[in-house]
């Protein structure tokens, strides 16, 4: 069951567009080989947001000679996609039917009463003694799909027991389930908690994050 650890560079704009993709190809997560390794640049047709560029420092006229955007393809047999906040670059490359496991759901999942879980500071909680070198190329793709790996294994190592793709993949589900309320008048309070009228009126309101809907109605 092919599984790919992804990431994306992108122009920054709301519908942004990618710019550089890596992936690797994991075996399975008992021994988590790498049986392939992918990195491409991609010419978008809009300009990269300032924003982006602070982030990535790829410059537009770096991507002339590149293949467009729109060459941009994940393997057909891709079955499992990883990656830190994968949403977002699982958006980016079309929304395709493949089952999402992020790593930023499992870390806040399996690591509590962090002050940050963006990928760069989760590097330097697990690693703190080589993250300022590995962290010297973040915000290139291949570079953060390879510290997602390191992530990745951390966090394998921490469950214990994850023998398939489709084990980790129903944990990520999980974790993605929020507990407590990220927004509104009951912000902060445990979901479990929430009043049951509050509860019915957001189920009610349109684009809800699917998870959250999952929690509200446990």
């Not at 300009?47 to 002339?64: S, V, W």
């Not at 999980?174 to 479990?192: C, D, E, Q, Y």
Request: with cysteine.
């Amino acid at each position: 069951m092919p599984a790919l650890l992804f990431d994306t560079e992108t122009t920054g704009t709301a519908d942004a567009q990618i710019i550089e993709a890596a992936w690797l190809q994991l075996s399975d997560p008992v021994f988590l080989l790498i049986d392939q390794e992918f990195e491409q640049r991609y010419r978008p047709d809009e300009t990269i947001t300032l924003g982006a560029l602070a982030t990535h420092h790829i410059y537009d006229e770096e991507l002339i000679d590149c293949p467009p955007h729109t060459e941009f393809r994940l393997p057909a047999d891709t079955e499992y996609l990883i990656g830190h906040n994968i949403d977002y670059d699982w958006a980016r490359a079309g929304c395709p039917d493949i089952k999402r496991i992020c790593t930023l759901a499992m870390a806040r999942r399996l690591l509590p009463g962090l002050d940050s879980y963006s990928q760069s500071a989760l590097i330097y909680h697990i690693d703190r003694a080589h993250a300022r070198e590995l962290l010297k190329q973040a915000h290139s793709a291949l570079a953060d799909v390879k510290n997602c790996f390191s992530l990745l294994k951390y966090l394998l190592a921490q469950l214990g027991n994850i023998h398939t793709w489709e084990q980790l993949w129903q944990f990520s589900e999980l974790a993605r389930i929020p507990t407590v309320m990220g927004f509104g008048k009951h912000k902060g309070m445990p979901i479990a908690d929430v009043p049951q009228d509050y509860k019915n009126w957001l189920l009610r309101q349109p684009d809800l994050d699917p998870y959250l809907i999952k929690a509200l109605q446990a």
